[in-house]
């Protein structure tokens, strides 16, 4: 499956070099808020719930597992969701301060909040990925798990065809928040 995510990442770049200049750049900086705002959460959250997790699936308490579970997917929720709008009002400013220098101007900025502010879509979906990848894990589902980063690998080449002509750049980053929502 990390295949798959990695061959996704190079695809999305791959449909962003016949684009207008700077597009892959668009692509690159924006997947490293977004990396920064996955790893920020998931490392810590995330960690802690797996080790629980993973106490109820050796004692085969799954009922407690699920309910586990469904308890820390609202909190993540919770915490999520006002981090992801967060990111989403500020990444102007973001952008800016990160990046906005030398050969990258004004037009690049601008082009890469849009982006960006499109990926924040997508942003509550990818970090509630991780526990459930870790479930896939836990209960070795392996197959499972390569068939669902496929279907995500698929989808998101689908979207990438249809609204890569009417929203460049943008629609890739659509194209990747609605598959990872799906």
């Avoid at 990442?9 to 705002?37: H, Q, R, W």
């Avoid at 109820?56 to 579970?69: G, R, T, V």
């Amino acid at each position: 499956s990390t295949a798959f995510m990695t061959l996704n990442d190079f695809l999305d770049k791959m449909f962003a070099s016949g684009l207008e200049a700077g597009s892959v750049s668009t692509i690159a900086y924006s997947f490293v808020i977004i990396s920064f705002s996955v790893q920020t959460i998931q490392l810590s959250l995330n960690t802690v719930m797996f080790t629980r997790m993973s106490e109820f699936i050796a004692e085969d308490k799954f009922e407690q597992c699920s309910n586990y579970l469904i308890q820390n997917f609202n909190k993540l929720t919770r915490l999520v969701l006002p981090f992801a709008l967060s990111l989403l009002i500020s990444s102007t400013e973001i952008v800016r301060v990160l990046f906005q220098r030398g050969e990258f101007d004004s037009e690049s900025a601008a082009r890469t909040v849009a982006t960006l502010s499109i990926y924040m879509i997508g942003l509550p979906a990818l970090i509630l990925n991780l526990p459930v990848t870790r479930i896939f894990h836990a209960l070795q589902r392996m197959r499972d798990k390569v068939w669902l980063a496929f279907q995500f690998l698929a989808t998101n080449a689908i979207g990438n065809m249809l609204l890569i002509g009417m929203y460049k750049v943008a629609g890739l980053a659509m194209s990747s928040s609605i598959a990872v929502t799906l």
